[in-house]
């Protein structure tokens, strides 16, 4: 939550609670994506 809060925002801006969860979720999956990107990708040789 804290790397939530910190990089998206510590507050929700829609009002409808569908639509919060809706935002909640995307920014759940926007710092997945980051996070992602910024993991090497690694190869076994041999």
Do not use: C, W
């Not at 009002?15 to 990107?37: F, P, S």
């Amino acid at each position: 939550m804290f790397r939530i809060k910190t990089l998206l925002g510590g507050h929700l801006r829609l009002r409808d609670y569908e639509a919060q969860v809706g935002e909640a979720m995307a920014m759940v999956k926007a710092l997945n994506r980051m996070t992602l990107l910024g993991m090497p990708h690694s190869v076994r040789i041999g």
